[in-house]
């Protein structure tokens, strides 16, 4: 490791994951999922949430290759059995309210060349099995955090023209660290400020009671419907026990539940985006009601069909999202190949589930409330990238007048 200060930016880092992140409290259960290779950040992050009070943290290792492995030498069957003891435990952790970390450093093209059904099905089974855990963390009723280290053939995809690995590693902690802000002089009170920001921009939209949004960008021309008493957030959320928390760091966006039933132009995608260990470029969307009704890509069109064929709503839109281009994730040029980095330099959709958050009383919604209200049910989610500093943004009202809201990628 050649960068400056890299041991106590690793630390800052960890604090700044448990506490701006999780905020971690007297007597949290914390689940930490991370790779065997990032060890020294899981020690980190565990110290730190012990020293804020937690009552346990649970570690759940995982690796690249031992994934290849399994998913090379499993059956079908086999990768799409989940056996009950994992249920249990999950039922576990729902009962124990316990937070959630995710530390993702994988490469982006980690499942590059394993057949493609055998991802999907045991994608499909895992989704639907823990489907309990995807409803407690989308209706925030617990703190739940997504956010990154550098891996070693994440960071070789990132920086490909850097001649060692180390480089490369150096690199993407650098391009991770500038991204969560945390050369500040004070991270965690720079981001309690930007939280602020960012919610002031949700409720300026939150005040016009748009109908819809009208996208339009070089080969897109798309209006995306919002319901009724949609709400637009940022990066701040509340959980059930009344504690604000930040669900993924970085974070940029400002973001809202389309009407699953009112979509309808072509949309394309402006960045690669990496889903389920392959790589998917060049995607254009057709849609109907609400609902895709033709998909192409360029590069990763079978995984693509496959995901929207999931179930029912993944072939339906759950979340709009803002992003200015001038963003410093999109200003540093960089195509990270990971959604948490990539959406966040981008005005973005996403298939499949919406947050019962943004829509007013959505937490305490039944299901059949939720799509009564137009809000898109699925076992997936799967963000993917649609901003340019070519794109225009117009907010419709009731009435049908149209509002500027972005123009040439910037807000209006
Ligand atoms: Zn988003
Ligand atoms: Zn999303």
């Known amino acids: 490791m050649v960068l400056p200060n890299f041991n106590d930016n690793l630390k800052k880092y960890a604090e700044l994951l448990v506490v701006t992140g999780i905020n971690v409290t007297e007597g949290h259960t914390v689940v930490l999922s991370i790779d065997v290779d990032q060890a020294p950040l899981a020690r980190l992050i565990t110290e730190a949430a012990y020293e804020r009070?937690?009552?346990?943290?649970?570690?759940?290792?995982?690796?690249?290759?031992?994934?290849?492995?399994?998913?090379?030498?499993?059956?079908?069957e086999t990768l799409t059995e989940v056996p009950e003891s994992k249920i249990v435990e999950m039922n576990e952790m729902i009962e124990a309210g316990a937070s959630r970390i995710s530390v993702r450093s994988s490469a982006p093209d980690a499942l590059a060349n394993i057949d493609p059904t055998k991802i999907a099905e045991s994608r499909k089974a895992s989704s639907a099995a823990f489907r309990p855990m995807m409803e407690v963390t989308q209706s925030n009723k617990v703190s739940w955090l997504v956010a990154a280290a550098s891996g070693a053939d994440w960071a070789a995809k990132v920086f490909p023209d850097l001649d060692s690995s180390e480089e490369q590693i150096d690199a993407l902690w650098h391009a991770i660290f500038n991204s969560v802000h945390l050369y500040e002089e004070d991270?965690?009170?720079?981001?309690?400020?930007?939280?602020?920001?960012?919610?002031?921009?949700?409720?300026?939209?939150?005040?016009?009671?748009?109908?819809?949004?009208?996208?339009k960008g070089p080969g897109t021309d798309l209006v995306v419907g919002l319901p009724e008493l949609h709400r637009f957030e940022g990066a701040g959320s509340t959980n059930a026990r009344g504690e604000v928390f930040v669900a993924n760091l970085p974070t940029e966006e400002v973001f809202s539940a389309p009407?699953?039933?009112?979509?309808?132009?072509?949309v394309v995608s402006?960045?690669?985006?990496?889903?389920?260990?392959?790589?998917?470029?060049?995607?254009?969307?057709?849609?109907?009601?609400?609902?895709?009704?033709?998909?192409?890509?360029?590069?990763?069109?079978e995984?693509?069909?496959?995901?929207?064929?999931?179930?029912?709503?993944?072939?339906?839109?759950?979340?709009?999202?803002?992003?200015?281009?001038?963003?410093?994730?999109?200003?540093?040029?960089?195509?990270?190949?990971?959604?948490?980095?990539?959406?966040?330099?981008?005005?973005?959709?996403?298939?499949?589930?919406?947050?019962?958050?943004n829509i007013v009383g959505g937490t305490e919604m039944s299901r059949e409330e939720l799509n009564a209200a137009g809000l898109n049910e699925s076992n997936t989610h799967v963000d993917f990238m649609i901003g340019s500093d070519q794109m225009d943004i117009d907010g419709i009202k009731a009435d049908g007048t149209a509002v500027p809201v972005f123009r040439k990628g910037a807000w209006a």
Do not use: C
């Open 270 to 301: 402006t960045k690669p985006l990496s889903y389920s260990g392959t790589i998917i470029e060049g995607m254009e969307f057709h849609f109907e009601n609400g609902k895709v009704t033709k998909v192409t890509a360029d590069q990763g069109e």
């Open 53 to 76: 009070g937690a009552k346990e943290v649970i570690v759940k290792w995982a690796d690249d290759e031992l994934s290849r492995l399994h998913y090379r030498n499993q059956d079908l």
């Open 303 to 357: 995984v693509l069909q496959k995901l929207i064929e999931q179930d029912e709503g993944a072939s339906r839109l759950g979340e709009v999202a803002l992003v200015p281009d001038a963003s410093p994730i999109s200003q540093s040029g960089l195509t990270f190949y990971n959604t948490l980095f990539d959406e966040n330099a981008s005005n973005h959709l996403a298939l499949g589930s919406a947050y019962a958050f």
């Open 187 to 215: 991270p965690i009170a720079h981001w309690a400020e930007k939280v602020n920001t960012l919610q002031s921009k949700a409720d300026e939209l939150n005040k016009e009671s748009f109908t819809a949004l009208h996208f």
């Open 259 to 266: 009407d699953a039933n009112r979509v309808d132009g072509v």
